[in-house]
C-alpha cells in the first residue's frame, strides 16, 4: 500500500520569520516544537523524519501540520483550560518579577520577601510559573566577552554573515563556520532529569584528548577531522588542504575565528593558494565566538547528545564522538532559526 505523502502549503517569508520567531522566543516547549515541524515540513522533511527529530509519533506530527494548515499560528498554540483563580494579583505578579531581579538565583528567597511584603505563601511551583509566563528559564549563567568587543566590527560582521547566508540559502555560495573543539573524559554534564533522591553519576577521570576540526553549513552539511595530539597550525592548515582539495561547482566561504593558529604567518601565506582552489576565508571580529555557528554544534554534542556512558573509557568516547560525527545532517540535527 502507498502511503500518502504530507507537507505543509509553501510558506512565504513573513509566515517563516513568525515561526523563528516562536521558536526563539515562546515560553512554551510544546509551541516551539509545532513551530520547528512547520519549518521542517517547508524544508521537505517527511512525517516520519520529523517524528524521529522531535521523537513523537508521526500521527502527532500529522495532526500538528493539520492544525497549521487550518488555523496557521493559532494552531501552534494549546487551548486554554479551566483553573482556580490564582492566589496573587497582577500586581503582586509583577513584584515576584521584580524579586527575580534583585536574587535570581534564589527561588526561597523570593518566595520571603514576598511574604514580607504581602503576608501571603506561595509555593515554588507558582513562582516558577509566574517567571515562565514573563519569558524568564532557569538556565546556566554564561561568560561574555561583549565588553571586549568593538561593536563596530561586530555589526559589519553580523551583516556580512546575513549576507552571505542568504547567498548559501540561494545556491550561488557554499557556508561553512570551521572550528576545533576537544573531547575527553571530563563530562559536560551540568542537569539531567533525576530521580528524587538519587543521583545520577558520571565518571570523571584524566585521559586523553580528542581533538575534532570541523566544517559547518547553516544546513547541516558536515565535515570533520579527528586525530590525537596538540593543535597547532600545521594540524589545521592540513586539514584545510584536505577541505580545499574536495571538488565542488560553488565557491567556499570558510567563516573562523581569530585564534592564533588562525592568525599565524604559516596559516596566512596559504590563504591564496585556497582562494585559487574556490576556497575563501573570512575572519571574524575579536572576541565574537557567538557569530561562529558551529560553536552551537559544539555545546549540543558535549551537553546533549554524548551518552554518559561514552565517560566509561577514552575507546567508549572515541566511538561515541564519531558516531555523532558521522550522523551529524541526518540523526543528528540543529533547526538554525535566525
Given at each position: 500500500m502507498k502511503i500518502a505523502v504530507k507537507f505543509v502549503s509553501p510558506l512565504g517569508e513573513e509566515q517563516a520569520n513568525e515561526l523563528k520567531a516562536i521558536i526563539k522566543n515562546s515560553e512554551k516547549h510544546r509551541t516551539r516544537q509545532r513551530a520547528h515541524t512547520i519549518l521542517l515540513s517547508s524544508d521537505g522533511f517527511s512525517v516520519d523524519e520529523i517524528a524521529k527529530i522531535c521523537r513523537v509519533d508521526r500521527?502527532?506530527?500529522s495532526?500538528?501540520?493539520d492544525k497549521w494548515e487550518q488555523l496557521g499560528i493559532e494552531g501552534l498554540k494549546d487551548k486554554a483550560r479551566p483553573g482556580n483563580p490564582g492566589i496573587l494579583s497582577q500586581s503582586e505578579k509583577?513584584?515576584?518579577i521584580e524579586l527575580c531581579k534583585?536574587?535570581?538565583r534564589s527561588i526561597p528567597r523570593i518566595i520571603a520577601a514576598l511574604f514580607e511584603k504581602t503576608g501571603k505563601?506561595?509555593?515554588d511551583s507558582t513562582i516558577k510559573r509566574i517567571l515562565k509566563s514573563a519569558k524568564l528559564t532557569w538556565k546556566r549563567v554564561r561568560k561574555s566577552l561583549k565588553r571586549k568587543q568593538n561593536q563596530e566590527e561586530f555589526e559589519a560582521a553580523q551583516e556580512e554573515l546575513k549576507e552571505l547566508t542568504k547567498q548559501h540559502k540561494e545556491g550561488e555560495i557554499e557556508l561553512w563556520f570551521?572550528?576545533?573543539s576537544g573531547f575527553d573524559q571530563q563530562p559536560s554534564v551540568p542537569y539531567a532529569w533525576q530521580p528524587i533522591g538519587d543521583t545520577i553519576?558520571?565518571?570523571s577521570e584524566k585521559s586523553t584528548r580528542l581533538n575534532v576540526l570541523g566544517f559547518l553549513t547553516p544546513n547541516n552539511q558536515f565535515e570533520s577531522y579527528c586525530f590525537e595530539g596538540t593543535i597547532n597550525t600545521d594540524v589545521v592548515i592540513a586539514c584545510f588542504d584536505k577541505f580545499a582539495s574536495i571538488k565542488t561547482p560553488l565557491p567556499r566561504y570558510v567563516i573562523i575565528d581569530n585564534a592564533s593558529i588562525h592568525t599565524s604567518t604559516e596559516f596566512i601565506i596559504n590563504i591564496e593558494k585556497w582562494e585559487k582552489k574556490g576556497l575563501i576565508i573570512r575572519s571574524l571580529p575579536a572576541y565574537c565566538p557567538e557569530?561562529?555557528?558551529?560553536?552551537?554544534?559544539?555545546?549540543?554534542i558535549k551537553y546533549y547528545w554524548l551518552p554518559f556512558s561514552a565517560y566509561l573509557s577514552f575507546d567508549n568516547l572515541v566511538l561515541s564522538v564519531e558516531n555523532i560525527l558521522k550522523q551529524i545532517g541526518s540523526e543528528f540535527l540543529i533547526n538554525f532559526a535566525s
Open positions: 500521527d502527532t506530527v495532526r500538528w501540520i509583577q513584584l515576584v534583585e536574587t535570581p505563601r506561595v509555593s570551521f572550528d576545533e553519576e558520571v565518571p557569530l561562529n555557528m558551529i560553536e552551537i554544534l559544539w555545546r549540543f
